[in-house]
């Protein structure tokens, strides 16, 4: 029997399968969008359908194992931009620490004073010091243009001078600790530089009565808290000269940080021996002889009073420790210093190891009542204080001789 259905029941065949899958979809709710609706919706969809294919192309370049995630994260650099400051420090204190270090030296031995003189040890805490500042500057990456706008003591000293300097790294525990302090220091994402700044002070800020003097004097004045090796000699000279204004002088004095510094009259008497005139390498080594051999006889019995220089012009945040003027002068061969506490201010979670030795250096100390003709230790402000101590200098000193 022939089953093959003519041409026209197969045509009507396929008509029937094509009106029952038109039938089998579903059917419009609502009126029937006009022509201009349907084309949005036309231009949506095929907006659609592309972010659809952007995304899923993007997905897949950055389809990646969670292992290959982490590896990238733990090998990768992260390179921050670090900021750049200056941070002023003065010198006070390497005078202060000297006179307390020698006179705790001669109680405990006696002969140690026939050894070294205060002043032969002055000389070479002041040396120490210099050397670790020139250190501080070869380390320095600082390209801040403000730098320049600023007098500053250079530290600069012929190579002889350095390697003679160096050749005695041994010095009083504190004044080592001190001096260490002192040097380039990275604290968050800032680089601290230390700088003395100038070590004169104009004469035209000398607080005097008549205006008419004070446009006399036009030479520039030393000042108490810029006092360094290199400039001892000068300074010396400076107060012991009639020609320099009494209120200058009379100022230093009441600043004093000079060990075995004699006013009398208002002019310094012993100039020759605190720095004598011509000092050269060979003074120098005659000076570290006789401070070695102190320190020998220290060694012995109180080897909690020697320590070491490093010489590296590394610092630690110590040096951003502030403490506003106090009071403080020698006088002779005697330390006046504030009976009660002083406020040392710190920086954010500052170790405390870190803050003790900072508030016995006095490096940071602001002389806001100093007769300079701008602010500039202000700029220890950005330093970024937030904490504070109160406490007793002379009671760190005598706890930290005692150790």
Not at 20 to 43: A, C, M
Not at 55 to 80: F, G, K
Not at 303 to 332: A, R, S
């Amino acid at each position: 029997m022939n089953t093959e259905l003519p041409a026209s029941d197969s045509k009507m065949s396929k008509d029937m399968n094509s009106l029952t899958d038109v039938q089998r979809k579903p059917k419009r709710k609502g009126p029937k969008p006009s022509s201009k609706k349907r084309l949005e919706n036309h231009r949506l969809q095929k907006g659609h359908d592309t972010v659809k294919e952007i995304h899923r192309a993007a997905m897949e370049r950055t389809s990646v194992s969670l292992d290959t995630l982490l590896n990238c994260l733990n090998n990768m650099q992260i390179v921050q931009q670090k900021q750049e400051a200056i941070v002023p420090i003065t010198t006070r204190g390497a005078g202060f620490l000297t006179q307390e270090c020698y006179d705790e030296a001669v109680i405990q031995h006696p002969k140690a004073a026939r050894a070294c003189n205060v002043n032969q040890a002055y000389r070479v805490v002041l040396a120490q010091q210099q050397l670790q500042l020139l250190k501080s500057e070869e380390n320095a990456l600082l390209n801040d243009p403000t730098v320049m706008q600023i007098e500053t003591e250079l530290p600069s000293i012929d190579a002889t001078m350095q390697q003679a300097i160096a050749s005695t790294p041994q010095s009083f525990r504190l004044t080592a600790d001190l001096i260490n302090t002192i040097g380039k220091c990275e604290v968050g994402q800032t680089n601290y530089r230390p700088v003395i700044l100038s070590p004169k002070i104009k004469s035209s800020s000398i607080p005097v009565t008549s205006t008419k003097r004070r446009r006399e004097y036009s030479d520039l004045l030393p000042d108490p808290y810029a006092v360094t090796f290199k400039n001892l000699r000068e300074t010396v000279e400076a107060l012991s000269s009639p020609q320099t204004p009494i209120e200058a002088r009379r100022y230093f004095y009441d600043n004093n940080p000079i060990p075995g510094a004699v006013f009398s009259e208002g002019l310094l008497t012993n100039a020759n021996d605190i720095m004598p005139a011509g000092y050269d390498v060979a003074n120098l080594a005659r000076d570290q002889r006789h401070f070695r051999a102190m320190l020998g006889m220290l060694s012995s019995k109180s080897q909690h009073l020697v320590g070491e220089c490093v010489f590296n012009g590394i610092g630690n945040p110590g040096q951003l420790v502030t403490c506003y003027q106090e009071q403080f002068k020698i006088v002779g061969s005697e330390l006046h210093f504030p009976v009660g506490e002083v406020r040392f201010r710190c920086i954010r979670q500052m170790e405390p190891g870190f803050a003790v030795r900072g508030a016995l250096s006095l490096l940071g100390e602001y002389p806001i009542t100093a007769p300079t003709d701008r602010n500039l230790y202000g700029i220890r402000e950005p330093a970024g204080h937030d904490s504070y101590i109160d406490v007793s200098w002379s009671m760190l000193v005598g706890r930290a001789l005692a150790r």
